[in-house]
């Protein structure tokens, strides 16, 4: 019977599981970590297939997810290469698998070099909001992967959010700027500002998590353009222009944009490791 086989039982590994699971994902689900403490803990909240053997594991897989840090990532498949009794990566094979990296950084060229014929790759960069269903990824397909491979691809990170295929040079830029790190950041800068002008932490986090989340939706879920909507929210003169005004006079945009530039090339250095 197929499975979905997920090396590394890391946060996104977590996060992930658990947006299938409330999404009915029935596919059986097998996880592969050296961590035991970790396994247990998948095990016992989402019900997985703890599996510490690596052999073993891939042996299972039809779409294997290659959840692991960036600098471990071409190791663990040096090790799955390696292991004697992984016979879906042979010829001899009924079917081929569906291999996918979550891997910031790591190209498909590398990936592609490393279990063979009988695996095609994709990248995708899912979002760990996708516990909640409301995820984004973005996937990435090598050259003259098949429309079933993509169909099945998208489908499967479908279940957790929102799917976009963008090509694999713009992943890097992608990646430094789709984080909910940036939301979690500016409810926590937004909050500690409001606190210091009086506001107690909960009516702080209350305005704060309006500003941000609520104003977002409202652009996501309407039909009125982002400008529209800056000048409805600002008017000229006001309390809000004004903040805006200064917070752009002190770099706001500049520092953006930094950060960004900071994760992309974050990104390509793991590309060169």
């Known amino acids: 019977m197929k499975a979905t086989v ?5 946060r996104i590994t977590g996060a992930l599981i658990a947006g299938l699971r409330l999404a009915g994902y029935k596919t059986r689900i097998v996880v592969h970590d050296r961590n035991p403490h970790k396994l247990r803990a998948l095990k016992r909240e989402h019900k997985v297939i703890a599996e510490p053997d ?3 594991a891939i042996a299972q897989a039809h779409l294997l997810i290659v959840a692991v840090r960036p600098d471990s990532v071409l190791g663990i498949l040096e090790k799955t290469r390696q292991a004697a009794s992984l016979a879906l990566l042979s010829n001899r094979a009924k079917g081929p698998i569906l291999a996918c990296s979550l891997a910031a950084g ?4 590398k990936l592609g070099a490393k279990l063979g014929p ?3 790759w994709a990248r995708a960069m899912p979002s760990p909001v996708c516990r909640t269903g409301r995820g984004l990824t973005a996937v990435t397909f090598e050259r003259g992967a098949s429309a079933a491979a993509r169909k099945e691809l998208k489908q499967f ?3 957790v959010g929102r799917v976009l295929e ?6 890097d830029a992608f990646t430094a700027t789709y984080s909910s790190s940036h939301g979690y950041r500016a409810l926590a800068a937004l909050a500690k500002a409001a606190q210091k002008l009086g506001l107690d932490r909960k009516t702080a986090l209350a305005a704060s998590a309006h500003a941000l989340a ?3 939706l409202c652009w996501r879920e309407g039909n009125i353009s982002l400008d529209a909507l800056l000048h409805e929210a600002a008017t000229p003169g006001g309390i809000a222009a004004t903040v805006m005004k200064t917070m752009e006079e002190s770099g706001y945009l500049g520092i953006v944009e930094r950060g960004l530039r900071a994760g992309v ?3 390509r250095k793991n590309a060169k490791g």
Do not use: C, N, Y
């Open 157 to 159: 990170f479908g279940k």
């Open 54 to 56: 690596l052999g073993r």
């Open 106 to 109: 790591i190209p498909l060229a």
């Open 265 to 267: 090339a974050r990104a």
């Open 118 to 120: 009988r695996v095609g």
């Open 6 to 10: 997920f090396l590394g039982g890391g």
């Open 166 to 171: 963008i090509p694999e040079s713009t992943f």
């Open 214 to 216: 609520d104003g977002i």
